[in-house]
């Protein structure tokens, strides 16, 4: 029964996203980048929960790690290959302070929270971003956030974060404190993304992102060292920790940013919510976590909340 409710919330979000003209209104290319992207950002929490399992896994730092290393080793060619890597790398003062809250703090935390929390969970509220994002964009200036559409958006969403964290918490299905460590992560994600945007406006982002990946790989080499686990590493953990580098973090931003370079950042960041759908079903039918209560109820409020809030309308 739970498979089948988990995949009906994933086919009524592409049925939305088909009924606004997202999908429909790009090309069979473009469609295909981005139903690539949300699988590829979708799937990282089901690598994740496996990688930092505290039995059989690595220490969360560790993962971050080879994480990025491998997303460096991916990214910095292509910057190269198209020549803005050299560009980028004159605003590195920005890229640190943007790697800070987009990778080196929001993944630790999602890699911590994931020892406690199933991966749609965790995938699920991290569809809070867009809400953070809008009220994020409103201190700086964007009065549109305060139209009644963006603002019921953020209430429905709210509404559903709080729901969710409540039903968690309350029917012990999930750590409160793993769960407040996901939104710090959220948070984290809301600002770097309007950080650089502000202090990097044109330059590309995949060769933001490649300086990012090896500063953050620098900045947690010492766990190699430090927090290597003392027990044995199965090969599940070892070929997750790798296909997240591969799969979830280079090939993804790079995905990622052609396809929003051909349809623009605002159609592009409606990703997140292919996202949250393929992460709360894969972790249903590949990790067979439970379909709870919280997610049920907070999915579809979180969702349609993020979306509302982020849409752009006439201030």
Same mark, same amino acid.
């Given at each position: 029964?739970?498979?089948?409710?988990?995949?009906?919330?994933?086919?009524?979000?592409?049925?939305?996203?088909?009924?606004?003209?997202?999908?429909?209104?790009?090309?069979?290319?473009?469609?295909?980048?981005?139903?690539?992207?949300?699988?590829?950002?979708?799937?990282?929490?089901?690598?994740?929960?496996?990688?930092?399992?505290?039995?059989?896994?690595?220490?969360?730092?560790?993962?971050?790690?080879?994480?990025?290393?491998?997303?460096?080793?991916?990214?910095?060619?292509?910057?190269?290959?198209?020549?803005?890597?050299?560009?980028?790398?004159?605003?590195?003062?920005?890229?640190?302070?943007?790697?800070?809250?987009?990778?080196?703090?929001?993944?630790?935390?999602?890699?911590?929270?994931?020892?406690?929390?199933?991966?749609?969970?965790?995938?699920?509220?991290?569809?809070?971003?867009?809400?953070?994002?809008?009220?994020?964009?409103?201190?700086?200036?964007?009065?549109?956030?305060?139209?009644?559409?963006?603002?019921?958006?953020?209430?429905?969403?709210?509404?559903?974060?709080?729901?969710?964290?409540?039903?968690?918490?309350?029917?012990?299905?999930?750590?409160?404190?793993?769960?407040?460590?996901?939104?710090?992560?959220?948070?984290?994600?809301?600002?770097?993304?309007?950080?650089?945007?502000?202090?990097?406006?044109?330059?590309?982002?995949?060769?933001?992102?490649?300086?990012?990946?090896?500063?953050?790989?620098?900045?947690?080499?010492?766990?190699?060292?430090?927090?290597?686990?003392?027990?044995?590493?199965?090969?599940?953990?070892?070929?997750?920790?790798? *296909?997240?580098? =591969?799969?979830?973090?280079?090939? &993804? /931003? +790079? #995905?990622?940013?052609? %396809?929003?370079?051909?349809?623009? !950042?605002?159609? *592009?960041?409606? =990703?997140?919510?292919?996202?949250? &759908? /393929? +992460? #709360?079903?894969?972790? %249903?039918?590949?990790?067979?976590? !439970?379909?709870?209560?919280?997610? =049920?109820?907070?999915?579809?409020?979180?969702?349609?909340?993020?979306?509302?809030?982020?849409?752009?309308?006439?201030?």
């Amino acid at each position: 029964m739970r498979y089948y409710r988990a995949l009906s919330h994933f086919f009524a979000l592409i049925k939305s996203l088909l009924s606004t003209g997202v999908i429909l209104k790009m090309s069979r290319r473009n469609t295909i980048l981005f139903l690539l992207a949300g699988f590829l950002w979708g799937i990282p929490y089901l690598f994740i929960r496996v990688a930092v399992d505290p039995e059989t896994g690595f220490s969360p730092a560790i993962v971050v790690f080879i994480r990025v290393f491998i997303g460096a080793l991916i990214l910095v060619p292509i910057s190269i290959y198209d020549k803005s890597l050299f560009v980028a790398i004159k605003g590195w003062k920005y890229i640190a302070v943007y790697a800070l809250f987009e990778l080196v703090i929001p993944w630790i935390l999602i890699g911590t929270a994931e020892q406690s929390i199933s991966s749609g969970l965790a995938g699920l509220l991290v569809a809070s971003v867009p809400i953070f994002s809008t009220i994020i964009s409103s201190m700086y200036g964007d009065k549109s956030v305060w139209h009644p559409r963006r603002l019921f958006g953020m209430a429905i969403g709210f509404l559903g974060v709080f729901l969710l964290v409540g039903i968690e918490s309350f029917t012990g299905s999930s750590d409160p404190i793993a769960i407040f460590m996901m939104l710090g992560a959220s948070v984290g994600y809301a600002y770097a993304v309007i950080y650089i945007t502000r202090k990097m406006p044109g330059v590309s982002g995949v060769a933001i992102n490649a300086i990012a990946m090896a500063m953050t790989a620098l900045f947690y080499s010492p766990a190699l060292f430090l927090l290597w686990p003392d027990h044995k590493i199965s090969l599940s953990a070892t070929y997750s920790v790798i *296909a997240l580098g =591969v799969f979830s973090t280079g090939i &993804a /931003f +790079a #995905v990622f940013f052609t %396809v929003m370079a051909e349809i623009g !950042p605002t159609r *592009a960041s409606l =990703v997140t919510y292919m996202n949250t &759908a /393929f +992460a #709360v079903v894969l972790g %249903v039918l590949i990790l067979s976590e !439970p379909l709870t209560i919280g997610i =049920v109820v907070g999915l579809p409020l979180v969702l349609i909340g993020s979306y509302l809030a982020s849409r752009k309308v006439n201030a």
